[in-house]
């Protein structure tokens, strides 16, 4: 038979905290993974009233609402998990799993139930290694597309090396670009974007190289270009099609040397740039038809990348419009807007010829044009309303996973209530909940946290 002394020595030895408590719910005995995990020593923790320790937590709160343990509600129940984050006396927070097991009577043993907790933080680790997944800076979509885009940005952002950005205009090129720029080891330098197309050739050479002072008429001091201001760091060249071979050839000879030569010097000033380039055009036809230099193509392309058009990822149109309906309502100062059913299955048949960017402004319409937080179909701009009924996508009868969780405004459920009812279809799975809503998990976690205060 086991003695007290060698059951301690059994108990301290799990990874689970244990804590034992009376049909009163008070702390009769703890291990020493538990005083670890909640950050008390055992003398504080003993005596004290089990909600008292998870103050504010969902157990605690079911608890004190209940009169006893509501992780064992009776015998054939079988064990009730509940995940919780316990703010620690340090300040600091753990995740934990918890359950509870009901005790047979025992005689002279005040014991009724055991708490059992397991820390979660290795297991959140994941969860937000997959949130990354769904949402690389400014990026969003979980689309395979954008997973491999996003593997392709992590391996190239690491490098030196020139990237060539490609895709049709609003596509987001600029918000890979930061990507690369945020993930790499110059991260702490300058990011500095130039767009061409909006400079005519004789004001994107002095912007680019800069100029001495007297180098022409109205230059009274001296000024340094884009690729000094960028020392260290990353320069975007936006639309890097649209620049003329006269500038091809000046731009070509500072990414071979490394240095640049200011209009109205004869000196060359060394610079330390990554340059990322950006274009919506085909530049392989264009060097073909001798708008493009070859060799400049060459130096520009060492790693290229593609960024998909909208139409070819539609399964992030969801997530994608609900974080841009979010950020633009907290530009109206319109709280909890939201999608209905029937706009949501327009905006996934659309093919958004303009991608993210029209996206962003047909929603931005319809946040205008909506007289509450319920963006209808009557609320998008004529085009995207006018979805063709031979698209796949609108004549469908199964709706993409997240639409089932979208309805029409006369049989419209509260927020809150479409969370619950996911989070329990996904067993308390916040990250595939999050995942069925269209939404962040962190967007999910501030919309559990607001609600429970």
């Known amino acids: 038979m086991m003695t007290i002394p060698m059951l301690k020595l059994f108990l301290d030895s799990l990874e689970e905290g244990v804590l034992f408590l009376d049909k009163n719910r008070k702390v009769v005995a703890v291990n020493r993974a538990a005083t670890q995990m909640i950050g008390h020593e055992d003398a504080n923790l003993v005596s004290l009233l089990c909600p008292s320790i998870f103050k504010g937590t969902e157990c605690a709160q079911a608890c004190e609402k209940r009169g006893s343990c509501a992780l064992t509600p009776d015998w054939k129940a079988g064990d009730i998990t509940q995940n919780i984050v316990l703010p620690r006396p340090d300040n600091t927070s753990v995740f934990l799993r918890m359950w509870a097991i009901l005790l047979p009577p025992a005689e002279n043993l005040p014991l009724y139930c055991a708490i059992i907790l397991r820390d979660r933080s290795h297991e959140v680790e994941l969860e937000q290694e997959v949130t990354e997944r769904l949402q690389l800076g400014s990026m969003v979509g979980h689309s395979p597309a954008m997973q491999k885009l996003y593997t392709q940005i992590m391996r190239a952002a690491p490098s030196n090396a020139s990237v060539l ?11 890979v670009a930061k990507a690369l720029h945020d993930n790499s080891d110059r991260c702490k330098g300058p990011y500095v974007p130039v767009h061409c197309a909006s400079l005519p050739e004789n004001l994107l050479e002095s912007e680019l190289f800069g100029y001495a002072k007297g180098a022409f008429t109205g230059a009274t001091l001296a000024k340094i270009g884009r690729f000094e201001a960028a020392e260290g760091g990353t320069l975007l060249l936006d639309e890097i099609g649209e620049i003329s071979l006269g500038t091809q050839v000046k731009l070509l000879r500072v990414l071979q040397e490394r240095e640049v030569v200011r209009l109205g010097e004869n000196h060359a000033r060394p610079v330390n740039v990554r340059v990322i380039a950006a274009t919506h055009r085909n530049l392989t036809t264009m060097v073909e038809r001798g708008e493009f230099r070859e060799d400049l193509y060459y130096r520009l392309r060492v790693l290229p990348l593609h960024v998909p058009a909208l139409r070819d990822r539609k399964e992030d149109i969801a997530m994608l419009a609900n974080k841009l309906l979010n950020d633009l309502g907290n530009r109206y100062k319109r709280d909890n807007m939201r999608l209905a059913h029937e706009t949501l299955l327009a905006l996934e048949a659309y093919d958004w010829p303009g991608n993210i960017r029209q996206l962003f402004n047909a929603l931005e319409y319809a946040v205008v044009n909506a007289d509450g937080p319920n963006i209808l179909l009557s609320h ?16 469908s009868p199964e709706p993409m996973l997240v639409r089932q969780y979208y309805r029409p405004p006369q049989q419209a459920e509260n927020e809150m209530e479409v969370i619950a009812r996911v989070l329990a ?21 501030k919309r559990l946290k607001q609600n429970h205060g």
């Open 165 to 175: 950005l490609t895709g049709e205009s609003g596509t987001g090129k600029e918000l």
């Open 380 to 395: 998008l701009p004529p085009e995207v309303q006018s979805v063709p009924q031979s698209s796949p996508v609108a004549r």
């Open 425 to 445: 279809e996904t067993g308390g799975n916040k990250a595939e909940a999050a995942r069925r809503l269209g939404m962040s998990r962190t967007s999910l976690w």
